[in-house]
């Protein structure tokens, strides 16, 4: 069964058109991205699948039904804008959303303290919410957002503000809970997160559908005949070569795509030849950053 169905769905405020006739659907239990820049419509369409927004025209299907009152206990949904209420005590908080969501008090509590064990805050569970840190405030509001158990997690931005180290504790919780069957809505900026967790994606730009499929689908469509260089030394001479199309340059590491008749080894031996050294050179898939700045760059470049 697919957990969502999106079709056709539209929305405008006054002259703005925010969304435009998007459909894709989502079979249940996978990792799905919804991609795109800033005032591209994701937010629109999440609150339209939540049924916070209705659609000007199209329709949306959760689980093979038109919403109902019994799918809000079925989803979580973690905003973009976190809230939380300050002079709360924080398991004092995640109690009372969990009964909000249809949970006891006695459960949601126990259900809190569990969640709060496995993130390393139960120490902190007698604190105001207004005593922690941003980032432990984004672990406890993740925390709100799953401890009813929901079937259908929608999370925009999800890694925002994160370190490294808390970007992949979620990451390891959000597989743990793919593979427990849960759907998951993954909208991030972080290009390179969505193509290695989601297997299917949809990228709207100005409210539009632009590109969708699944990763492999899109990978082997948009392939680019790219090499990644790591090196020391001078490396704009690259760009010049008559081989390569593009760079796309770090410093000391590039991602270069060449000419379509041209081949990876051509550029090995103009760099064997040239006074850098060489740390790595790979031939490499094109990455979803590459397709994502291909398709929407330049359309939104101000």
């Known amino acids: 069964m697919n957990a969502v169905e999106v079709d056709t769905i539209s929305k405008s405020y006054d002259e703005l058109k925010a969304v435009d006739g998007v459909s894709f659907t989502i079979p249940e239990g996978q990792m799905y991205g919804l991609l795109g820049p800033n005032g591209a419509g994701k937010t629109s369409i999440m609150r339209m699948i939540m ?13 093979g039904t038109p919403f109902q009152e019994q799918h809000k206990n079925r989803i979580g949904y973690l905003p973009e804008e976190r809230g939380l209420y300050p002079k709360m005590r924080l398991v004092d908080h995640l109690q009372f959303l969990g009964e909000l969501k249809g949970l006891s008090a006695h459960r949601a509590r126990e259900i809190a303290m569990q969640w709060l064990e496995k993130f390393q805050l139960a120490d902190r569970a007698h604190e105001k919410i207004l005593e ?7 672990k406890a509001q993740f925390i709100a957002t799953i401890l009813h158990s929901p079937d259908l997690l929608i999370l925009d931005e ?34 390179e997160q969505a193509e290695k967790l989601c297997e299917g994606i949809c990228l709207i730009n100005r409210g539009k559908v632009i590109l969708q499929g699944t990763m492999s689908e899109i990978k082997q469509r948009y392939s680019h005949n790219a090499v990644i260089v790591e090196y020391s030394g001078d490396g704009n001479f690259i760009s010049t070569l008559p081989m390569v199309k593009s760079v796309n340059d770090y410093g000391n590491y590039m991602e270069i795509r060449l000419r379509e008749d041209a081949v990876p080894a051509q550029l090995f031996r103009a760099l064997a030849d040239a006074s850098i050294e060489v740390r790595r050179f790979e031939a490499a898939e094109t990455s979803l950053n590459d397709i994502f700045i291909d398709l929407v760059g330049e359309d939104n470049h101000e």
């Open 51 to 63: 049924n916070i927004l209705i659609p000007d025209s199209g329709s949306i299907a959760l689980w």
């Open 158 to 191: 999800p890694f925002s503000g994160l370190d490294p180290v808390n970007t992949k504790f979620l990451k390891d919780i959000l597989l743990e809970l793919k593979q427990g069957g849960v759907t998951i809505i993954l909208s991030t900026h972080l290009m």
């Open 132 to 138: 922690l840190s941003k980032g432990l405030q984004q």
